[in-house]
């Protein structure tokens, strides 16, 4: 299945295709999704196309540095990024999916606030 979406203004685009039905969705505790609520959709890189917005985006890390939380800079929006725990993988925010309050999704919690200590989460 093909999911299409973007940030809050326009600028940032993208499409992935996904697995089916119900999507695997991870609630992360790390002190960055648990402050957003972002909620992950975890597709391999290869599966993700940036549409839109390449030149738009701005880049933050934090803690170990890993991960590439991508923001649109106008809007301020992450619609999507590379997290450490799935380096060969693209997280997608749930909520920036064109249309998904109509996705049936199965929502898991993820405890990411120990991620130094071996837990392996979507976080930082």
């Given at each position: 299945?093909?999911?299409?979406?973007?940030?809050?203004?326009?600028?940032?685009?993208?499409?992935?295709?996904?697995?089916?039905?119900?999507?695997?969705?991870?609630?992360?505790?790390?002190?960055?999704?648990?402050?957003?609520?972002?909620?992950?959709?975890?597709?391999?890189?290869?599966?993700?196309?940036?549409?839109?917005?390449?030149?738009?985006?701005?880049?933050?890390?934090?803690?170990?540095?890993?991960?590439?939380?991508i923001f649109c800079g106008q809007c301020g929006i992450k619609s999507f990024y590379?997290?450490?725990?799935?380096?060969?993988?693209?997280?997608?925010?749930?909520?920036?999916?064109?249309?998904?309050?109509?996705?049936?999704?199965?929502?898991?919690?993820?405890?990411?606030?120990?991620?130094?200590?071996?837990?392996?989460?979507?976080?930082?």
């Open positions: 299945m093909k999911v299409e979406g973007g940030c809050h203004c326009g600028l940032v685009r993208f499409e992935a295709e996904v697995g089916e039905e119900p999507l695997e969705i991870l609630d992360c505790n790390c002190s960055i999704c648990s402050m957003t609520g972002y909620l992950h959709l975890i597709v391999p890189d290869s599966r993700f196309r940036l549409i839109e917005g390449q030149r738009e985006t701005t880049t933050y890390r934090f803690g170990s540095g890993k991960a590439r939380h590379r997290p450490r725990s799935h380096p060969e993988g693209i997280s997608i925010s749930l909520r920036c999916i064109d249309g998904w309050e109509e996705l049936n999704v199965a929502i898991t919690p993820f405890e990411g606030r120990d991620w130094g200590r071996g837990e392996n989460v979507p976080g930082d």
